[in-house]
């Protein structure tokens, strides 16, 4: 793979984009074979869930918390949206984030809700499908680089739902954000493009999000899907 360009790279500007998708298309259809969570036992089974490090261990490990100004974004996207209020959720945990080669180059991370019965799953799973939530997303991702956009740039973004099919799941919920960024470096324009895959399942009262950020090119296929399935024998562990 070619180098980034020598120039100021768009990595707070994606790191942005990758957070609202992450927070907004963890949706799927809940599957009858899960047992019930309770609210005390709702964030060990979200963390078991998660990626770890062992599951990308040539990666290195960036600390991911979810800042007070992502919880307020997240609100107003799911109240956008028509999903199930973030303040009625068991347990909302993140995994850390896994950079590398380069932190502009890939980033991978994972979150987990357990919502508080199958029936808010299948609420938002029906929410996420509808046309209006790519309308959303699009004026959250918007907000988002209007404050991380790099200094001397345009950018454009463009947003795709993509076809996957996951098996252990009832449903699927995935979208690619392709965002170009035109870089003034001189005399000179870089354009550099980064794509923000979120791909968003449920097995039971656990919404699960697979994001993956990557710069001048697109995600690799394989190893969505890899890390997906490995989530999904996970989910189907931890919830029985």
Known sequence: ???????????????????????????GAAMAAAKQVSGA?????????NLRHSDLPTLKTQANPITSQQRQENTTLTACI????????????????F?????????ISSETQIQPSVAA??????????PKALTCLR????????????????????????????????????????????????SKTVTVPAYIDD???AYGQAEISLNVISTLSPPSATLE????LLLIKRAHTALG
């Open 139 to 186: 004026t959250s991702l918007g907000r988002a680089l209007a404050t991380s956009a790099p200094k001397n740039s345009t950018y454009s973004i463009a947003i795709d739902r993509l076809s996957a099919t996951l098996p252990g799941t009832s449903g699927v919920a995935a979208v690619r954000v392709t965002a170009t960024f035109h870089i003034k470096d001189g």
């Open 1 to 27: 793979m070619r180098s980034l360009p020598r120039v100021p790279r768009p990595a707070a500007a994606v790191a942005a984009l990758g957070a609202a998708c992450l927070l907004a298309v963890g949706a």
């Open 41 to 49: 036992t709702a964030t060990a089974a979200a963390t078991a869930i």
């Open 82 to 97: 028509g999903e199930t209020s973030p303040s009625r959720a068991l347990a909302d945990v993140q995994s850390q984030d």
């Open 199 to 201: 791909i968003g399942f």
């Open 121 to 130: 799953v299948n609420n938002d799973l029906v929410a996420i499908h509808r």
């Open 99 to 107: 950079v590398g080669p380069d932190p502009d180059t890939l980033t």
């Open 225 to 228: 899907t890899k890390l997906a």
